[in-house]
């Protein structure tokens, strides 16, 4: 179907096996809230400029935790239907630009969140996009880092995000590469480059 079909339904398969109070990755928010973002992402065009200006961040919040209070079969199954067809995600092309990497990391949000997680077995289709996905919005997410940054797979792809000096080599799967360019710490990579470097990456800001 591709990556954000895919893991739009993964991600609602969890959502339901969950329930809407299961943590997630996302910093105050439990699996009601994580599902009333992605539901006002595609539904509610005037809180949508909240989600990246604090300014407006006040009207966001009002209008997501209206959609988090609705009974949680239907919140899911709108999650699950997605956008109507007049939305501009509605057209294949344009869902998996917009929304690969957001219900890819969401999902894991939620998977990483839980007792015992383990990484989900390779997918070559899957690792594909995240590694595109990764190396296309590290250049944004990786801004503020105060060192360079390379990332690398173990099978040697490798792509420079970030430049600077010193440089820190990251490694790991792909999609363990886009989690860490989206901020997340659940996630299994190591580090190659100078001790104090590393650790200077660690505690700068990753993500929007």
């Not at 439990?30 to 992605?38: I, N, Y």
């Not at 344009?94 to 383990?118: C, G, I, K």
């Not at 990764?134 to 792809?157: C, E, F």
Request: contains cysteine; proline residues 9%.
């Amino acid at each position: 179907m591709g990556l954000a079909k895919d893991e739009r339904q993964a991600l609602s398969d969890l959502f339901e096996q969950l329930g809407p109070d299961a943590p997630t990755l996302c910093e105050g928010w439990q699996t009601r809230d994580l599902a009333a973002h992605l539901v006002v992402r595609e539904h509610r065009p005037d809180a949508m400029p909240g989600i990246v200006v604090p300014a407006l961040a006040g009207h966001t919040q009002k209008v997501q935790d209206g959609v988090a209070a609705r009974p949680w079969d239907d919140l899911v199954a709108q999650v699950r239907r997605g956008p109507s067809r007049f939305w501009p995600t509605s057209i294949g092309p344009v869902d998996e630009a917009t929304n690969s990497a957001e219900f890819l990391v969401h999902h894991e949000d939620v998977r990483r969140a839980q007792p015992e997680w383990t990484p989900r077995p390779p997918d070559p289709s899957r690792d594909s996009a995240a590694w595109r996905l990764a190396t296309r919005t590290a250049k944004l997410n990786l801004r503020k880092s105060p060192v360079g940054v390379v990332l690398r797979t173990p099978d040697g792809q490798s792509a420079s995000v970030k430049s600077g000096a010193p440089v820190v080599t990251v490694v790991g799967e792909p999609v363990e590469l886009l989690l860490f360019v989206f901020g997340r710490d659940a996630v299994q990579v190591s580090y190659e480059g100078d001790d104090a470097a590393v650790e200077r990456l660690k505690g700068a800001k990753r993500g929007l």
